[in-house]
């Protein structure tokens, strides 16, 4: 896109807790089934937090390996930004915890939040670092906890979460055939009851009543959801290929938020895009949030199904309502 300066991925991880939801444990707690759990969204298992674990445990995780990856280590940091819609606490960020656990000294580090978008705004505000020469190397992750905000009496809404964080180093790069070459970003705030939690917030403090209430769990407006995923996701994929002059055959790996199959096949029939060009792993995950693309783009590329050389495309849409893709070549 005429940058003569790129930020390009060297490094990427991810991690998940060891704790396992299967279809048939929902089977036991809610009404439900495992053909209508997998007929709906394609989820048969998720992984869950434990007691003592949290979202800057499985952050932190997830940036080793990446760091590791990428052959460096805290010190090398120039900057920390962490998408994530459920901290360790509300107070300080769970970027400075990140910071501190990876011996990232006096590196500023900072938490962003654009729900199950926050991968893709995170991974546009580090390239912003990198293209205006301020920073060299930007730690991006996408962490989150969902299973602490999720009430597991609902029984649309609780099968759909998972927990987990992805990480990847951004380097500054001259050259031209290779790092983030577009993003685009876009919020519409008049939807933002479709995904909510009603309390803990400044607005309604988190009280025994607002605890006896529920508000403190994810409250969905599932149909409407639904619909604005699938437009977003085929105005997005339709978007970063018309921007970058892609065709499907200049395309190695579609990487989508992982929300539901029928969604991201949808937009893959829109294009004609062959489903092994579409990275899917929400069938062992669920809905990890930020941690989605991320987690995905690791795992892809641990089994070897992308490296040097591939064209990605990264689509995701969240509560805000928000929307952001991205175009990668590794």
Same mark, same amino acid.
């Given at each position: 896109?005429?940058?003569?300066?790129?930020?390009?991925?060297?490094?990427?991880?991810? /991690?998940?807790?060891?704790?396992?939801?299967?279809n /048939?444990?929902?089977?036991?707690?809610? =009404?439900?089934?495992?053909?209508?759990i997998?007929?709906?969204?394609?989820?048969? =298992?998720?992984?869950?937090?434990?007691?003592?674990?949290?979202?800057?445990?499985?952050?932190?995780?997830?940036?080793?390996? /990446?760091?590791?990856?990428?052959?460096k280590t805290?010190?090398?940091?120039?900057?920390?930004?962490?998408a994530?819609?459920?901290?360790?606490?509300?107070?300080?960020s769970?970027? *400075?915890?990140?910071?501190?656990?990876?011996?990232?000294?006096?590196?500023? $580090?900072?938490?962003?939040?654009?729900?199950c978008?926050?991968f893709? #705004?995170?991974?546009?505000?580090?390239?912003?670092?990198?293209?205006?020469?301020?920073?060299?190397?930007?730690?991006?992750?996408? !962490?989150?906890?969902?299973?602490?905000?999720?009430?597991?009496?609902?029984?649309?809404?609780?099968?759909? #979460?998972?927990?987990?964080?992805?990480?990847?180093i951004?380097?500054a790069?001259? !050259?031209?055939?290779?790092?983030?070459?577009?993003?685009?970003?876009?919020?519409d705030?008049?939807?933002?009851? #479709?995904?909510?939690?009603? !309390?803990?917030?400044?607005?309604?403090?988190?009280?025994?009543?607002?605890?006896?209430?529920?508000?403190?769990?994810?409250?969905?407006?599932?149909?409407?959801?639904?619909? #604005?995923?699938?437009?977003?996701?085929?105005?997005?994929?339709?978007? @970063?290929?018309?921007? @970058?002059?892609?065709?499907? $055959?200049?395309?190695?790996?579609?990487?989508?938020?992982? +929300?539901?199959t029928?969604?991201?096949? *949808? !937009?893959?029939?829109?294009?004609?895009l062959?489903?092994?060009? &579409?990275?899917?792993? &929400?069938?062992?995950?669920?809905?990890?949030?930020?941690? *989605?693309?991320?987690?995905?783009?690791? =795992?892809?590329?641990?089994?070897?199904?992308?490296?040097?050389?591939?064209?990605?495309?990264l689509?995701?849409?969240?509560?805000?309502l928000?929307?952001?893709? *991205? +175009?990668?070549?590794?």
């Open positions: 896109m005429g940058k003569s300066r790129r930020a390009v991925v060297t490094g990427m991880g991810y /991690a998940v807790p060891a704790k396992v939801l299967t /048939a444990d929902f089977e036991r707690m809610v =009404e439900t089934s495992d053909e209508w997998i007929q709906r969204t394609g989820i048969r =298992e998720r992984h869950v937090v434990s007691d003592g674990e949290s979202t800057t445990d499985l952050a932190v995780d997830a940036a080793r390996k /990446a760091l590791a990856n990428a052959g805290g010190a090398d940091l120039d900057l920390i930004i962490c994530t819609v459920s901290p360790q606490m509300l107070l300080p769970s970027a *400075s915890m990140i910071q501190n656990a990876l011996g990232a000294t006096d590196v500023p $580090a900072f938490d962003l939040s654009a729900a978008s926050g893709i #705004f995170a991974l546009t505000t580090g390239c912003q670092f990198i293209e205006n020469g301020l920073y060299h190397r930007v730690l991006v992750i996408g !962490a989150d906890c969902l299973s602490r905000y999720t009430d597991y009496k609902d029984r649309g809404s609780c099968i759909l #979460f998972g927990d987990g964080a992805g990480a990847v951004l380097e790069s001259d !050259a031209a055939d290779k790092g983030v070459m577009y993003n685009v970003l876009h919020t705030g008049s939807g933002w009851d #479709f995904i909510h939690i009603p !309390a803990g917030g400044s607005a309604k403090a988190a009280t025994h009543q607002t605890i006896d209430a529920g508000e403190h769990y994810i409250k969905m407006r599932g149909r409407e959801v639904y619909k #604005f995923a699938v437009e977003k996701m085929q105005w997005l994929l339709g978007d @970063c290929m018309q921007q @970058c002059g892609l065709k499907v $055959a200049d395309i190695d790996m579609v990487i989508p938020h992982q +929300v539901n029928r969604i991201i096949a *949808s !937009a893959a029939e829109k294009f004609d062959p489903m092994d060009k &579409i990275y899917m792993n &929400i069938d062992r995950y669920g809905n990890t949030s930020a941690a *989605s693309i991320p987690l995905a783009m690791a =795992e892809a590329a641990s089994k070897g199904l992308i490296g040097p050389g591939s064209t990605l495309l689509v995701a849409f969240g509560a805000g928000t929307w952001g893709g *991205s +175009v990668v070549r590794l």
